[in-house]
């Protein structure tokens, strides 16, 4: 009988470590709020423009380079 509850114990920690350690790797999703949504696209929008930026800017020396 004592055998049979320290096998239970020891299953029972083996599990609960086990998600313990997985949540650890890969935490579960938890979706952004609705300000984290709109900060993210702010810094899309910027990102985007910053991009646009020196890509014209790349291309203006180019085409000065080139004359």
Do not use: C, W
Request: hydrophobic share 45%.
């Amino acid at each position: 009988m004592g055998t049979a509850v320290l096998l239970l114990l020891v299953l029972i920690a083996s599990i609960l470590l086990t998600k313990y350690v997985s949540n650890k790797i890969d935490p579960p999703f938890i979706p952004p709020t609705s300000e984290q949504k709109e900060e993210i696209a702010r810094m899309a929008k910027a990102a985007a423009v910053a991009v646009a930026y020196h890509t014209l800017k790349r291309h203006g020396q180019e085409a000065d380079s080139e004359t």
